[in-house]
């Protein structure tokens, strides 16, 4: 199958390539249920040596910028709580963890989680994140940037490969909250 976005050599339906995906995001697909069907999931093979953006882009299309989003693990805290969420917003922005973040999640610091407890908390790869899979007590902040656009690239749990998503199906995941605002451009 073609892909819908990029120049990736084959775009494989999720619910096909289960295998490929880490424990969380396979359970994910299989227990998929939004109104996008599952099978319009899908998968491309990357190689993790070209996971650099500037680097990617050339490789797999331009047309990937502006249509890209990274997954990034916020810890918030209050007194001594601390609450874990993750954020989705286009990659030519930068999450506003410290307003937009911080206000939605009650929080009184607001910070990116260190790489040890983002990848121990979702099973997931560092650089490879994506909120397919994320815990179900998780809120999943989705800029509605991403939400509007036919389909998006965004990791698929490992730094090797992608899922390419349509963009209404992130307002359905468990947990999703959209907000505007929540990218910033990058500075």
């Not at 910070?111 to 994140?129: H, N, Q, R």
């Not at 902040?141 to 998006?152: E, H, K």
């Not at 698929?156 to 999703?176: D, M, Q, T, Y």
């Amino acid at each position: 199958m073609r892909a819908p976005i990029g120049n990736f050599d084959q775009a494989v339906p999720a619910p096909d390539c289960l295998d490929e995906l880490t424990a969380p995001v396979a359970a994910a697909v299989r227990a998929w249920s939004g109104s996008v069907p599952a099978d319009q999931i899908l998968y491309v093979e990357t190689d993790p040596r070209w996971a650099d953006t500037a680097v990617f882009v050339e490789h797999y299309g331009s047309d990937l910028l502006e249509r890209s989003a990274n997954c990034v693990v916020v810890a918030g805290r209050r007194g001594g709580e601390s609450t874990l969420a993750a954020c989705v917003v286009l990659s030519t922005t930068r999450a506003d963890v410290n307003g937009v973040v911080r206000r939605h999640l009650g929080v009184r610091k607001a910070s990116f989680a260190p790489m040890d407890t983002a990848t121990g908390e979702t099973g997931m790869e560092y650089g490879g994140i994506t909120p397919v899979g994320l815990p179900e007590s998780w809120p999943v902040l989705v800029d509605a940037a991403v939400v509007d656009l036919p389909y998006v690239l965004v990791g698929s749990g490992r730094r090797r490969g992608k899922l390419l998503v349509p963009g209404k199906a992130f307002a359905e995941l468990p947990g999703a909250v959209v907000l505007e605002g929540l990218g910033r451009p990058a500075a």
